[in-house]
């Protein structure tokens, strides 16, 4: 029939939404951070190959490379982990699989936190690789991350509305 639509099922997960409190501002950004990291890590779990790794955009952006990307955003943020080609992160090789970059984001998200958690003022300098100068604020580090995990939450969240039409957390 011209002019029809092809239809996909509509899957749609509540979503409940970040922390509504927090018992200080470390918390209360933290627990943003943690609630844009889930939606990614759950976006992305569960997607099949090769949907996963393929561009559903003219960039080639695909969902297991954002991911990969986050991780690498993280542990450069948090943990002070060089990372020499930026491009480069958002292109999963053909030995990443679905679970492995899962579990090194989850894994990232786990020891940022640490740091995370362990500094007494968000006013100190974050971890950072050497460079000429001090480092971004803990409190600038965790603004940013909220807004590029943000960002790419939402790039996921078109990717897999492509793919199989899954919207909401």
């Known amino acids: 029939m011209p002019g029809s639509r092809t239809r996909r099922s509509r899957t749609r997960t509540k979503d409940t ?10 918390a209360t950004l933290r627990g943003f951070l943690d609630y844009l990291r889930s939606a990614v890590a ?3 779990a569960g997607v099949p190959e090769p949907q996963v790794r393929t561009g559903g955009v ?6 297991l490379g954002l991911l990969k990307h ?12 060089d990372v020499g080609h930026w491009r480069a992160t ?3 090789s053909a030995e990443d699989t679905i679970d492995g970059v899962l579990a090194d984001y989850r894994e990232a998200v786990e020891r940022a936190n640490q740091v995370i958690d362990a ?16 480092g971004p604020s803990m409190r600038w580090v965790l603004v940013h991350m909220i807004e590029e995990t943000a960002r ?13 039409g899954s919207t909401g957390r």
Do not use: N
């Open 17 to 26: 939404g970040p922390p509504s409190t927090g018992a200080d501002e470390k």
């Open 42 to 44: 759950d976006k992305v």
């Open 58 to 63: 003219p960039s080639g952006t695909s969902l």
């Open 70 to 81: 986050l991780t690498f955003v993280e542990r450069f943020y948090f943990l002070g982990e």
């Open 90 to 92: 958002l292109r999963p």
């Open 119 to 134: 500094c007494p003022d968000l006013a100190l300098p974050a971890p950072r690789p050497p460079r000429r100068g001090p």
């Open 152 to 164: 790419h939450a939402g790039h996921v969240d078109i990717l897999r509305e492509q793919i199989d």
